[in-house]
């Protein structure tokens, strides 16, 4: 984000390594910012490729098919709110900006931003039918290095966050 060719372009898209895009991702997904200029972020639905590899990998898959099929979905159609899963998703780079920018203050920067975009009135959308398949966990200890990663993560972010979400405009609607 601090390279000159930066300033050039509206939006940006992240995917971590092991994310495999479909070809038409951005032709299905970036139609949703037009007309919505208080839209800062479109996020994809995640999919697996090796949701069957083994019995830590089929839990997963139902655990993050439930996230994904419920969760985004209730929380972006209700709420309007969803945590940014840190890749899959497109931003408009004004509304990272109007932010803060991407900090690397604790272990969960995508959900960090996610809410500081929220608190500053950026409307996200979720597509559920736009996929984007990677990889789950496969060992037991790559998986709970990932969970205590995903975990912690959020505590931190609240500790920084709190007051923020007390005085906002959000909050009061509850």
Known sequence: MNCSYVKDY??????????????????RAMP?????????LVQARWSFVNNDEN??????NINLCFHFEVEQQVNGAFLNFFGFNGTAGVWRIKALEDSGGWMERTTVEDMDIAVR???????????????????LPESYEAY???QHR?????????????????????????
């Not at 019995?55 to 997963?60: A, E, F, P, V």
Request: charged share 25%; net charge positive; proline share 2%.
């Open 10 to 27: 509206e939006y940006v898209v992240i995917f971590d390594a092991d994310f495999q895009p479909q070809a038409d991702f951005l032709k």
């Open 32 to 40: 949703h910012f037009k007309g919505k200029d208080d839209v800062g």
């Open 55 to 60: 019995l830590l990998t089929r839990l997963q």
């Open 117 to 135: 975009a929220h608190l500053k009135g950026w409307k996200f959308l979720y597509l559920n039918d736009v996929e984007c398949q990677c990889e």
């Open 144 to 146: 709970r290095k990932q």
């Open 150 to 174: 995903w975990h912690s993560g959020p505590m931190q972010l609240f500790r920084l966050c709190f007051v923020d979400i007390i005085k906002s405009k959000v909050c009061a609607v509850f």
